[in-house]
């Protein structure tokens, strides 16, 4: 008797002692379906629960290098309210979705190849996240709240993983996203945040508006008749205000400007791209499903545009189904692969969770925006010279173009260190112009050349040199 009770005493001691690892073994993937060969590293999917009953999927691929020295990384797409996992399976992760929806390749420029990516699903409501009360309101502040737990927890079940260098990365909304969750990440000592970079980010509202109309007419996209109008009704002094003008032949002649941007056909994640499934409407009922291909970032404090996500979000309530496409994107092979019931035994998906989409139009049109810009955020970090912070854009993008966030950079007003430049990589054809690049003190802002919003699906080689160059301090 007293053996027996020995025996189940030391069980429970070792259940707890090795809890975090029992956690950690059951997300673990053995089998991915859709691989030719299963990968020679390891990789976890699973949950991490943070604040009010949320649960956050992630999903973790180590190094393919050395995933015990190596960084860890952390990605998050945008939106708000767009998954992932779509960075994972369709821009810079390990396996590539193919056209059929069932087949993944190997991404020869994945970046595991030098450094441990984590891919979070976030906020809840996002590809597989849930929240326990069915409740996907949110705002920027909880969303940066519940990234940080959601990391505290990633390194309690992976420990051996917390002295590792960490950065955080992001593209789009994750502009927003990345630089608030730093600084709460920042001042937390147990975290070795080394710097975080942003791809194509939203980080000023306003810069982004304004120079949107810029890119437009140099881009060939406004006639001289409308470009005229602009300036005589937008501008005053040399400067002008395309973004919160009260003129009205203004406002008129903005509206122009975004009905030939977002609605005449034009693919605005990248403007030299064909618009893929052809120009479609905005709204439309698909198999009893209500799709609303609309994802646009500018404009946001118009007028109409609230008047417009009212009329959306009235849409919403009526349909039982609802699914947000952004515009001339393909997610049709990523939905397929990621709904089949093998791949989801195979990631430990909740049955709690709903079917994966890209982006949540439940998430998108309750999100509360609470920052017009993150210039507080960014002096913040750069304030210590100790982060390193690469800002880059595809210079094709129309969502978050370039010249907004380097307008952003700018206005930071940090010490130049080397001007702006051409950056170079190699390819297959020799060493190539990957794009510009200004150096400030520990902030850069790149551009990247003939890349449009995803930069890394675009021109995957010049992103890995970016990427290896980021995490291993390299000039650019």
Not at 405 to 425: G, T
């Amino acid at each position: 008797m007293m053996h027996t009770l020995l025996l189940l005493l030391l069980c429970c001691f070792l259940s707890c002692l090795l809890g975090g690892d029992a956690a950690r073994d059951t997300d673990e993937v053995t089998f991915l379906p859709g691989l030719r060969k299963q990968p020679s590293f390891r990789h976890y999917s699973g949950y991490l629960s943070v604040a009010d009953g949320k649960h956050l999927h992630y999903w973790f691929v180590e190094s393919q290098n050395n995933p015990s020295s190596d960084p860890v990384v952390l990605w998050l797409n945008g939106g708000p309210g767009c998954s992932s996992l779509d960075g994972l399976l369709t821009e810079h992760g390990p396996f590539l979705i193919q056209d059929d929806g069932v087949t993944l390749q190997y991404n020869p420029y994945s970046w595991n190849m030098i450094a441990n990516i984590l891919y979070l699903e976030s906020p809840a409501g996002v590809g597989f996240s849930y929240s326990d009360d069915k409740s996907y309101v949110t705002n920027d502040t909880e969303v940066s709240m519940n990234n940080y737990l959601a990391l505290k927890e990633f390194f309690s079940l992976f420990p051996e993983y917390s002295k590792n260098e960490l950065f955080l990365t992001g593209e789009s909304y994750g502009g927003i996203y990345i630089p608030t969750l730093a600084e709460r990440v920042m001042e937390d000592a147990s975290l070795n945040l080394q710097g975080i970079a942003v791809g194509n980010g939203m980080s000023s509202y306003e810069m982004n508006d304004n120079s949107l109309v810029y890119f437009a007419y140099y881009h060939g996209l406004l006639g001289s008749k409308l470009w005229s109008k602009l300036q005589m009704s937008c501008c005053k002094d040399n400067t002008c205000n395309f973004y919160n003008s009260q003129d009205v032949s203004c406002i008129t002649s903005v509206s122009a400007v975004q009905e030939i941007v977002y609605s005449s056909g034009l693919n605005i994640y990248n403007l030299y791209a064909p618009c893929s499934g052809g120009v479609g409407r905005r709204i439309s009922v698909e198999r009893g499903e209500l799709v609303i291909r609309d994802l646009g970032n500018s404009f946001i404090n118009h007028p109409w545009t609230q008047l417009w996500n009212k009329k959306l979000r009235g849409l919403a309530n009526i349909h039982r189904s609802v699914r947000l496409d952004p515009p001339c994107t393909n997610s049709t092979p990523s939905t397929l692969y990621l709904n089949n019931p093998y791949v989801k035994t195979a990631l430990h998906i909740s049955p709690k969770a709903l079917d994966w989409v890209i982006c949540s139009a439940e998430v998108n049109l309750n999100y509360r925006r609470l920052y017009m810009d993150v210039k507080k955020q960014y002096l913040k970090l750069l304030s210590g010279l100790k982060y390193r912070v690469p800002v880059y854009n595809g210079d094709v993008d129309m969502a978050c173009n370039f010249m907004g966030d380097e307008w952003f950079v700018e206005s930071l007003q940090q010490q130049v260190e080397v001007q702006r430049r051409p950056w170079l990589y190699n390819d297959k054809d020799g060493r190539q112009v990957g794009g510009f690049v200004k150096d400030f003190n520990n902030i850069a802002f790149l551009t990247v050349k003939g890349s449009g919003h995803m930069v890394p699906s675009d021109k995957p080689i010049a992103a890995f040199t970016m990427f290896t160059r980021f995490i291993k301090k390299q000039p650019y």
